[in-house]
Structures are given as C-alpha cells and as structure tokens.
C-alpha cells in the first residue's frame, strides 16, 4: 500500500510516521508513507497557498491551484483508488472504514487546514471526506495520522501476531475483554482463575462474556443494530 498526505505542516507528522509499528510497516515494506509539503506546490513566489474568502469572513481558505498541482503530479506516476480530505463535516471514521480502505493500493490524505479548501477541490478531486469525531482541531494532519495508524496496522505482516487485529475493540462491534500479566496476584488481587487454568475453551467462552458484559455497561450503542 502507498499512502500520499498533502500538507502544509508536514514536519508535524514526520515524527509520527517514522516511530513504532509504522516505522516498521514501511521498513518491512508492506506500506510507503509520503509527506509532500503543500507550499511546494505553490503557484507563485510568495509560495502563497491560501487566501481570502470569496465573500468575505474571517479565516483563510487553502487555493485550488497548488492542490491541483499536488495530485496531478502524483497521478502521472500511480493511479489512486481514493482521494481523501480530512474535514470535521466528513463522514465519521469507524473501524468499518478502517477495514476497507485497509484493502487499497494507493491513497491520497488531502490534511485541511484554516478555513478548510476552496470547494473546487472537493467537487472535482476528493472522492472521500473523513472525520475523526465531532469535534473540531485546527487542522487535519492529527486526523490524518490517526486514519493512517488505524488503516496500516490492519494490513497483513504489520502486526507480529497476525490475528491481534481480529480481537481489537469495534471489529466485532463489541469492547476487548480484559487482559492480565503476571504476577499471578499483586497485593491481594488475583488474576481471574479460568486465565490461569489453561483450559482454551473456558477461557474463549470467558472472554466472550466479558466483551459482552463490558459493551452492555460501557457502549450499549454499538449492541443496537
Ligand atoms: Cl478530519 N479535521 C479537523 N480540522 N477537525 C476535525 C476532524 C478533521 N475530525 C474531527 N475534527
């Protein structure tokens, strides 16, 4: 998988990309993590890639010409399966999405920032728009990120135990049971006998009434479809 982020802050996400199990997703090459730098795309030599509203009203608007010029560039070399631009009015990002855009080859994650893009861009370019949560953060590099994180730990040879992702919170729609370590027992409290009995079947059905119990107290929403 190869994934393209347009942006104007990319020192922000460079740290991100290159730590723990994405550093090692794109050492292992199951997937190309590109930050391009959205002011090199710029169209004049102010390296200007924003501007006032139409209209008037507080807050820039990022200009269509240096985001046409980003993708058009990146096009000429691989076709893309989505062009996605993160907003807080996009479609809210589930472990559903996660999934499915886990089974494309390239993306683009277009990162909104100030007022958002002249509208053009979504019209003509965007075929995905993305929110993390309604709530609204400055820009989009941070929702970026975590649709990244969420979409490359699902590719296969990313994750060492290869159906740790299967037993995640939200991939059944239900909450991950509880997990213990050792010690046994610490200060009195003991780990749940049935963990330690090493009968595989009790401890499956264990498991399984425990992320249900937890999703009825915790997320009873997630039960109700
Ligand atoms: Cl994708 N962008 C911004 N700026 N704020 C958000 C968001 C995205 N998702 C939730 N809040």
Redesign the pocket.
Known sequence: MRIDIITCLPSLLESFFAASILKRAQDKQLVTVQLHDLRAYAINKHRQVDDYAFGGGAGMVLMIEPIAKCIRALQEKQAYDEIIY???D?EL?TQKQANSLSLKKNLIIL???YK?VDDRVRQHFVTRE???????????E???AV?ADAVIRLIPGVLSDETSALTDSFQDNLLAPPVYTRPAEFEGMKVPEVLLSGHEANIEKWRSEQSLERTKKRRPDLLQY
Do not use: R
């Not at 993305?130 to 989009?140: E, R, T």
């Open positions: 993160m907003t807080p996009g990002f990162c909104g920032h958002g993305i929110s993390i949560g309604d709530y609204v953060l400055s820009g989009g941070l929702a970026a649709v």
